[in-house]
């Protein structure tokens, strides 16, 4: 009767190590995910900054020869 038990909470602790191995390999994933993400947006943040800076710059300029 022990032994039965002791199999069985053997079999049951294998189960979760294997289903919390799977949750932290998906979790891993997803952290990657999230960071090509992430660096995508701040890409295009960047990117719209410097047309907002170029366009900024310009209209000094106009308002500069309009004086």
């Given at each position: 009767?022990a ?25 891993i ?6 960071g ?26 106009v308002?500069?020869e309009?004086?």
């Open positions: 009767m032994r039965k038990q002791l199999e069985e909470d053997k079999e049951k602790f294998e189960k979760m190590m294997n289903d919390s191995e799977k949750n932290v390999k998906r979790t994933d997803e952290v990657k995910q999230a090509i993400v992430k660096n995508k947006l701040m890409k295009q943040i960047e990117d719209l900054n410097i047309k907002i800076n170029g366009k900024e710059g310009n209209i000094k300029r308002e500069e309009l004086v």
